[in-house]
């Protein structure tokens, strides 16, 4: 609860009339309670008059107000003046005792203020916290006087304690019982031969069970209900698993991919190198080739020593020494031999062993330049994709940067845009009054 507060007391401070306004007149009075510079009225008295003599009072007018202030203004100004523009006089700086003197009325305001306002506040407190209590008092009464109502209403005003009550029973049929049959006569015909005694019950048991298959078959569509929104919950479950996995496989498959490119492209590499080894190993052996080749013509004895007959062909049997390293059968010519004038051509089967020798060469030629020119069409396709791929990135660097360079730009515009439209306004709007010579000749001339 809200704590009570005492009642504040409040004094109104007493405003006492200035000790020369109940005997001057009604300037002078005025400007003494006004000025207290001002000369006492004696100063100023009528000699015709009594000194004793009691003057009206009365209100001034407004242009006796006016007249006043505009002559103890104009007296401050001269004052003023003669303070200010007299060198002997006139004090450097400011006058701190009137400051000191302002400070302290200012003080003394703001405390005279704050009292008021403090005091303000703990009456409106009290007054607050009053009020509260007599809306909780009042709320109070109003829920009691509720409850009693209600309460009353229900214990002393129901609608079953009435006296005609029985007139407007919804329930009377219900409540009413028929006498038993065994009570009735053969007057009343109400027993005869033949009758099912049992209707009613066998009746009452059949709507019973079909209430309980009823209740069953509810209750069997709610089993598979509850069946159906488990099997759907756990498709969407390994909907969703199936998902994260076939994203994680996705992702193995471009790690994958990514690694099989780069092992591809080391492969490239290492297989263009072992072929530049090959190609110069093979210059290599060739050339060594030749090289023997040319040494076992000038060294061979077959070649450079073989011995003919008259006829140009070799004597395989020339003598129990001869032998015939070569193979030559007799009639085949010798190619190269110290006699050449005896020389008188080769056979068919040496031109066609030749023939055939040409023809493989120049297949094994034909298939090296194939295989030479099939190394450099991959290289070729090869070049040309890493060059798309260069003038891809370069083309997409480019776009960038240019990209860059606009935004830069157009940011810098509606910088340049907006410094432009401030100098404009600094020069043209708002510094549009520079001083004049009047402002600096109008310093020393008065002391406001």
């Not at 109400?190 to 009452?204: F, M, N, S, W, Y």
């Not at 040319?294 to 001869?322: E, F, K, M, W």
């Not at 008188?344 to 194939?370: A, D, F, P, V, Y």
């Amino acid at each position: 609860g809200t704590p009570a507060l005492p009642p504040p007391h409040f004094s109104l401070p007493t405003i006492s009339a200035h000790p020369m306004a109940s005997t001057a007149g009604p300037v002078t009075g005025v400007a003494a309670a006004l000025n207290p510079d001002v000369p006492p009225p004696g100063a100023f008295s009528n000699s015709n008059l009594p000194v004793n003599t009691p003057m009206l009072r009365h209100h001034l007018s407004p242009d006796e107000k006016e007249a006043i202030d505009v002559n103890r203004r104009r007296e401050y100004e001269a004052e003023r003046k003669k303070r200010i523009f007299d060198p002997k006089i006139r004090t450097i700086g400011i006058d701190k005792e009137a400051l000191d003197r302002q400070v302290a009325e200012k003080q003394a305001r703001k405390e005279k203020e704050r009292d008021e306002e403090r005091l303000y506040a703990q009456q409106t407190l009290y007054y607050d916290a009053v009020l509260k209590r007599q809306e909780i008092e009042k709320r109070r009464l109003k829920r009691q006087v509720e409850e009693e109502g209600k309460t009353f209403s229900l214990t002393q005003l129901r609608r079953e304690q009435r006296r005609e009550y029985d007139l407007d029973d919804k329930d009377r049929v219900k409540k009413y019982h028929e006498p038993p049959e065994e009570k009735y006569g053969a007057s009343s015909v109400q027993v005869l031969a033949g009758e099912d005694r049992a209707a009613a019950e066998r009746k009452k048991l059949q709507q019973k069970q079909v209430r309980d298959w009823v209740a069953q078959q509810k209750f069997e569509k709610e089993i598979i209900k509850k069946a159906e929104q488990d099997e759907d919950k756990e498709w969407g479950v390994q909907a969703i698993k199936t998902a994260e996995l076939m994203y994680a496989v996705e992702d193995q498959q471009k790690a994958a991919r990514r690694q099989l490119q780069c092992e591809t492209s080391e492969a490239n590499k290492q297989t263009a190198l072992c072929r530049l080894e090959e190609t110069l190993k093979g210059r290599l052996t060739r050339q060594d080739d030749d090289n023997k080749e040319l040494i076992n013509q000038y060294t061979d004895p077959y070649l450079a020593d073989g011995r003919l007959d008259l006829t140009g062909h070799v004597n395989v049997n020339d003598g129990p020494g001869d032998t015939n390293p070569a193979g030559l059968e007799p009639g085949d010519a010798a190619v190269i031999g110290t006699l050449r004038d005896g020389f008188k051509g080769t056979t068919r089967k040496q031109r066609q062993s030749c023939l055939e020798e040409n023809l493989r060469m120049w297949r094994e030629k034909e298939e090296q330049k194939q295989r030479e020119m099939d190394e450099e069409l991959q290289w070729a396709r090869q070049h040309e994709a890493n060059r798309k791929l260069q003038v891809a990135v370069e083309r997409e660097k480019q776009r960038l940067a240019q990209r860059v360079r606009y935004d830069v730009r157009h940011t810098n515009a509606g910088l340049g845009k907006q410094q432009q439209d401030t100098q404009t306004y600094l020069k043209k709007e708002l510094y549009t009054n520079p001083p004049s010579e009047d402002y600096f000749n109008y310093f020393g001339t008065t002391t406001r």
